[in-house]
């Protein structure tokens, strides 16, 4: 039997097929190696294989600058901690926390914790408000909606673990009762009740909120009803307030309670806009209610202590390199 030869334009067919084969491979070989070294010179980490980019940065250092003014108001941008800007120990705190939370959610699904599909919508619906949140603070900065998403999704599986690593923890009463002698020896000023009245001066693009605080300031006293100054939408009075643990930043409640009966305050600058206080009343609080309070901190406190531990336990596995120079411009 007459064997079949193969023609001259069947080899021609199959030459061409192959070379556009190769073409195609080195086509989509050329646009990943595009993209993975322009990746490598965009990222602010990387954190084992994943790349954390300038706005995932920003977002973490966001939420550090708030704690910074939360705790020393914001005045703090311009204090050195042992010869360190605020501003780069704010940076370094960002790292931290980037690293402890990314160490934490690859540990996550050993532990079995996942979200549930609803949790995940949460997610997508909070990112939204986030993104919002974050654009219309600083103009400069836009965040795109995928790492809002991704920065809320982490946050609450970092949240259904620190549940799982800390739920098991009992309270010890004899370290508790130490606890709350030095608590009482420490902070005889804030275990009282006090009742004020306060104006916020608001941050806005209508007008000057300091000078706005400055022309109240020159007037007000205590005999002055405070609602009579009240403008909104950007200048705010509360009256009958009774002052609650983390109803103001930290700074701001430290003044508070160093304020005496009877007394206004001087003009307190916040994060968002200027506040002047009245304080009312000062009432000595239940020893019990007190008592309470300082339990949940207590308990608060010695959770935080356990899942510290563990969490540097994992970010001991994490490798970290940092890109020094997109780093220094932020």
């Known amino acids: 039997m007459r064997k079949y030869r193969r023609g001259r334009k069947y080899y021609m067919y199959r030459r061409y097929t192959f070379i556009v084969i190769l073409v195609l491979i080195f086509f989509i070989g050329a646009i990943y190696c595009f993209k993975y070294f322009n990746r490598n010179t965009d990222y602010v980490l990387k954190i084992n294989k994943e790349y954390i980019n300038k706005d995932e940065f920003l977002l973490y250092l966001n939420e550090q600058q708030r704690i910074f003014e939360e705790v020393g108001g914001v005045d703090i941008w311009e204090t050195?901690?042992?010869?360190?800007?605020?501003?780069?120990?704010?940076?370094?705190?960002?790292?931290?926390?980037?690293?402890?939370?990314?160490?934490?959610?690859?540990?996550?699904?050993?532990?079995?914790?996942?979200?549930?599909?609803?949790?995940?919508?949460?997610?997508?619906?909070?990112?939204?408000?986030?993104?919002?949140?974050?654009?219309?603070?600083?103009?400069?900065?836009?965040?795109?909606?995928?790492?809002?998403?991704?920065?809320?999704?982490?946050?609450?599986?970092?949240?259904?673990?620190?549940?799982?690593?800390?739920?098991?923890?009992?309270?010890?009463?004899?370290?508790?009762?130490?606890?709350?002698?030095?608590?009482?020896?420490?902070?005889?000023?804030?275990?009282?009740?006090?009742?004020?009245?306060?104006?916020?001066?608001?941050?806005?693009?209508?007008?000057?909120?300091?000078?706005?605080?400055?022309?109240?300031?020159?007037?007000?006293?205590?005999?002055?009803?405070?609602?009579?100054?009240?403008?909104?939408?950007?200048?705010?009075?509360?009256?009958?307030?009774?002052?609650?643990?983390?109803?103001?930043?930290?700074?701001?409640?430290?003044?508070?309670?160093k304020l005496s009966e009877k007394s206004v305050s001087n003009i307190i600058e916040g994060r968002d806009g200027f506040y002047i206080f009245k304080i009312n009343e000062i009432l000595k609080q239940d020893i019990e209610e007190v008592k309470e309070s300082v339990r949940e901190d207590y308990i608060s406190n010695k959770k935080e202590e356990i899942y510290s531990i563990q969490t540097k336990n994992w970010a001991n596995d994490i490798k970290i390199k940092k890109n020094s120079e997109i780093l220094s411009n932020l």
């Open 80 to 257: 050195d901690f042992d010869g360190i800007s605020a501003r780069d120990v704010a940076k370094n705190n960002t790292i931290n926390s980037i690293v402890f939370l990314k160490s934490v959610v690859y540990n996550a699904e050993k532990l079995g914790i996942y979200l549930t599909q609803e949790e995940i919508d949460y997610c997508k619906e909070e990112a939204k408000i986030l993104q919002e949140n974050i654009n219309s603070i600083n103009q400069n900065v836009q965040i795109s909606l995928d790492i809002c998403e991704k920065f809320i999704r982490e946050s609450m599986i970092e949240e259904k673990v620190y549940n799982y690593i800390t739920d098991s923890f009992i309270v010890d009463e004899k370290d508790f009762e130490k606890y709350f002698d030095n608590y009482i020896k420490n902070n005889s000023d804030e275990i009282n009740k006090i009742n004020l009245d306060y104006i916020f001066i608001q941050n806005n693009e209508t007008f000057d909120a300091n000078e706005k605080a400055q022309e109240i300031g020159k007037i007000i006293s205590f005999e002055i009803n405070f609602k009579t100054l009240e403008q909104l939408p950007f200048i705010s009075v509360y009256e009958n307030i009774t002052l609650e643990k983390n109803m103001f930043e930290k700074s701001i409640e430290e003044k508070i309670y």
